[in-house]
């Protein structure tokens, strides 16, 4: 007995001497051990309608997408994997969707009744929380509003399927799959179809689009709302600017689809006005992260890829299930600029002002995003062949976990399956996190330079 517990204090030892030296390697770790775990899941016989065994490499992409939320798959989700693998990969989902740092903070509350201050500190950084006392309450809200949004989409979803004889047990699963599949912006399919065929059957788009737009405000959104849902005055700063710039790149991305597909045959051309503006809402709420399409992007225009790349590099709320550099982020810098514009010493927005921190730490994941996007897409690019439109589309969907498709990523070969799958892991883990867990050294310099101004543009 006295030997296990003291194995149980050296494991919780080593445990919190790494979260507080290195918090992001931790994370780093944590997620990879979950994608190996549910790859080795995948390989199961048990796993496939064929009941084979699946190649590490396929296996592998599809655990990487479904903790990362992503949506990109090697292999077609709705004839490869059996019932059981499709459970596998909804539940790898739900993991990815919480984030494995508060997933394991539910953990210890469930089994500690306690919550150490440097698991605190971990869920924070995950979740996106204010402060250290709204932790218990922000994790309450997480599996409460998660679930509850994944069940009411299933609940409306299931007697659709039932009138299209799918069978009792069918339906109720591909319900459930799907809404969990659309809060957590997997963009994961279990339907052979897809969406197609639904495309303008609004009992199927209307839930699962706001599923994904629920999931894409961010945990933050929800905490702060349901406080203080009738008093707009309590909203934050990040609420406000969330929710404004969610409708605002909503309206800009419908009108940019209306502008370039409207007269394609080959998406939206030959659909009646309805079904094309039905459409045109649904894929804007997942143009940014949902990852689902009701018609196909192959088909699509350049323009459209191109106004694509730049929405799923956006994402969407900070602390939620979207992925890309956050809205936020976007807010900020476009703040920024309107501020030396106007020749104004503060950034400031709806009566608050905002600190030069939040500027540097919105320009620093922009440009490391940018360089990473770069990078991935050069590497794509030399090892499959593929030309630099189709392949700048497939890299910022699997940095931004979207998910959406041009339609190559089931001819890939080896190594363009492994580049994407290095984007996916590192576009969920967030790139800041990869490059503080590569830092050997974090310096507090006490003395300062003198500044001088250079000259800049």
């Known amino acids: 007995m006295a030997t296990k517990r003291s194995a149980r204090g050296a494991v919780g030892e080593w445990f919190d001497r790494t979260a507080i030296q290195y918090p992001a390697r931790l994370?780093?770790?944590?997620?990879?051990?979950?994608?190996?775990?549910?790859?080795?899941?995948?390989?199961l016989p048990a796993a496939t309608r064929e009941g084979v065994r699946t190649p590490f490499i396929d296996a592998l992409f599809t655990a990487t997408s479904a903790v990362c939320v992503t949506g990109l798959t090697t292999v077609d989700t709705g004839t490869y994997w059996s019932a059981w693998g499709l459970a596998i990969i909804g539940f790898a989902i739900k993991v990815g969707g919480l984030g494995i740092m508060t997933l394991a903070t539910l953990v210890g509350l469930a089994v500690a009744r306690r919550i150490g201050l440097t698991q605190r500190l971990l869920a924070v950084r995950e979740a996106r929380a204010s402060g250290l006392g709204d932790l218990r309450s922000l994790l309450g809200i997480i599996i409460v509003v998660s679930t509850i949004t994944e069940l009411a989409i299933a609940a409306v979803l299931f007697p659709r399927f039932l009138t299209l004889d799918y069978g009792l047990g069918r339906s109720a699963g591909f319900a459930l799959f799907y809404g969990v599949s659309s809060f957590n912006n997997a963009g994961?399919?279990?339907?052979?179809?897809?969406?197609?065929?639904?495309?303008?059957?609004?009992?199927?788009?209307?839930?699962?689009?706001?599923?994904?737009?629920i999931g894409a405000l961010g945990f933050?959104?929800?905490f702060n709302l349901l406080r203080a849902w009738n008093s707009p005055r309590r909203w934050t700063?990040?609420?406000?600017?969330?929710?404004?710039?969610?409708?605002?790149?909503?309206?800009?991305?419908?009108?940019?689809?209306l502008w370039f597909e409207w007269d394609n045959p080959a998406t939206l051309g030959n659909d009646t006005t309805a079904a094309t503006i039905g459409n045109v809402f649904f894929q804007s709420i997942n143009q940014r992260s949902g990852g689902f399409t009701s018609f196909d992007l192959a088909g699509a225009t350049q323009q459209t890829w191109l106004a694509e790349d730049v929405l799923m590099f956006i994402g969407?709320?900070?602390?939620?299930?979207?992925?890309?550099?956050?809205v936020t982020t976007l807010a900020v810098l476009v703040l920024a600029i309107w501020a030396e514009a106007r020749g104004r010493r503060d950034i400031e927005a709806f009566g608050r002002r905002i600190g030069t921190e939040a500027l540097r730490l919105a320009v620093s994941v922009t440009l490391v995003s940018l360089f990473i996007v770069l990078v991935g897409?050069?590497?794509?690019?030399?090892?499959?062949?593929?030309?630099?439109?189709k392949s700048l589309y497939e890299v910022v969907s699997a940095f931004a976990t979207c998910g959406l498709t041009t339609g190559i990523t089931d001819d890939l070969n080896t190594a363009g399956e492994v580049t994407l799958i290095v984007l996916m892991y590192v576009g969920r883990v967030g790139s800041l996190t990869v490059v503080a867990a590569l830092a050997l050294n974090r310096q507090r310099r006490v003395i300062r330079y003198p500044a001088e101004r250079p000259l800049i543009g």
């Open 237 to 257: 700063l990040h609420t406000k600017m969330t929710l404004y710039m969610m409708v605002v790149l909503l309206i800009v991305s419908a009108g940019l689809l």
């Open 220 to 222: 933050p959104v929800y």
């Open 316 to 326: 969407g709320g900070s602390g939620g299930t979207a992925g890309g550099i956050r």
């Open 188 to 213: 994961f399919s279990p339907d052979p179809v897809g969406l197609y065929p639904y495309s303008s059957d609004l009992w199927m788009l209307v839930p699962i689009g706001l599923g994904v737009l």
């Open 27 to 43: 994370a780093l770790l944590a997620f990879a051990a979950v994608i190996f775990i549910f790859t080795t899941l995948l390989q």
């Open 377 to 389: 897409t050069l590497v794509f690019m030399g090892v499959t062949g593929i030309p630099l439109d």
